[in-house]
């Protein structure tokens, strides 16, 4: 049981992880390349669904128990992810003030 919480705990650490790299990766995609945003998405999501695979196959091939790795990923991947998007919005407008702003004087 001890040992399942670990596995619980390092997902959930390793899925933080993962969310901060997505994070990462839009807010330099916001900054370099907005219009290319949307396909953000779809790198963020492959990396989340390679994430959750990766832990379901640690599972079924050690002695952890499969639910604890997938529901501490899950939770990894979804907890941090509203504190980055506030993050992300913030940065976002501050973007768009700054062009708003360029455009009015230009």
């Known amino acids: 049981m001890i040992v399942d919480l670990i596995g619980a ?4 650490l390793a899925g933080a992880g993962i969310c901060y790299l ?8 916001l900054t370099k390349y907005p219009q290319n945003f949307s396909f ?3 790198l963020r999501q492959l990396l989340q669904i390679v994430f959750i695979v990766i832990a379901y196959i640690i599972g079924s091939k050690t002695t952890l128990d499969t639910w604890y ?3 501490g990923g899950v939770l ?8 980055f998007t506030k993050k992300l919005v913030k940065f976002n407008d501050i973007i768009n003030k700054k062009e708003t702003e360029a455009e009015t004087d230009g």
């Not at 997505?22 to 995609?29: E, H, P, Q």
């Not at 990894?76 to 504190?83: A, D, H, I, K, R």
Request: hydrophobic share 60%; proline share 4%; glycine share 4%.
């Open 22 to 29: 997505n994070y990462l990766i839009s807010k330099k995609v």
């Open 69 to 71: 790795l997938l529901i």
């Open 76 to 83: 990894g991947l979804t907890l941090p992810m509203f504190y």
């Open 9 to 12: 705990l390092a997902a959930f």
């Open 40 to 42: 953000v998405t779809i």
